[in-house]
């Protein structure tokens, strides 16, 4: 397997408090890489450390995040700015808040694509056309502003952003708790279908195993910043080992039965 990123032993504090602890994370070429875990267990955090974009008040403690040789922990700003959005793009829950509200949305495409590539006028309305397509949107589309797009069309869009520039790593996180589950299904197969076509590599957020189940080759477990449980999508939702795992799988909706919850801790 191609190996794309590396994440090796990190560990972050905010003051004393650890909020990731000794993670081990890879990202490899056409797979699904899924971390999840409930709200608080540090999944944003470890996709912000992979772009190097750990608030300033983050400790890093130890570790490595190893992309093409290079530690994104320790290169230059102005390297790391080539690579982000470029090489390695993300995708965030709120498609909303992420677009800019008082421009045309296919104006904020051509704005990344202007950033990052030196690109000539007619291949700029070609690659557009062909984003727009690549996402099922139609062109008329760009034309509008986010709130005249619902949240499923403005997270086509942000999509359509991410892989402007054809990276070698998607990070999503939790790209579709937003959105209604047909919806959301949809853009999850959108998502599929489009890395099997152009083979790289996604860390998909979650806190939801239906959607790891749809998703996900790999699956890290996160809890309190520590990875409890890590394998292969089939086994760790045929035998998951730890009891967290399973309580998570258990919180998976099915067809009939009551949403079951979290068991409540003393
Ligand atoms: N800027 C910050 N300052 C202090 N603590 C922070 C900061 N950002 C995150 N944390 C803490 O780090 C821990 C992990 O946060 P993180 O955002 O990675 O969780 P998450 O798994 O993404 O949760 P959610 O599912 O709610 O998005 C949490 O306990 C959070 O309170
Ligand atoms: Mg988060």
Known sequence: MDKL???????????????????????????????????????????????????????????????????????????????????????????????????????????????????????????LKELFSIVKLSEDTGFRYPHELSGGMCQRVMIAMALSCNPDILIMDEPTTALDVPVQKEILDLVRQIQEENNFGILFITHDFSVVNLMADDVHVMKEGIIVESGEKQDVLSAPKHEYTRHLIDCIPRLGDERKRF????
Do not use: Y
């Open 5 to 127: 990123l590396e994440i090796k032993d990190l560990t972050v504090n905010f003051g004393e408090k650890c909020v990731i602890d000794n993670v081990n994370v890879s990202i490899f070429a056409g797979r699904v890489t899924a971390l999840v875990g409930e709200s608080g267990s540090g999944k944003t955090l470890t996709a912000l450390a992979s772009l190097n974009l750990l608030p300033e008040a983050a400790l890093i403690k130890k570790g490595e995040v190893l992309f093409r040789g290079q530690d994104m922990l320790k290169i230059s700003e102005t390297e790391i700015r080539k690579i982000r959005g470029k090489d390695i793009s993300m995708v965030f829950q709120e498609p909303f808040t992420a677009l800019n509200p008082v421009m045309r949305v296919r104006d904020q495409i051509k704005e990344m694509l202007v950033i990052h590539k030196n690109i000539k006028k007619d291949e700029l309305d070609l690659r």
């Open 263 to 266: 068991p409540i801790q003393d």
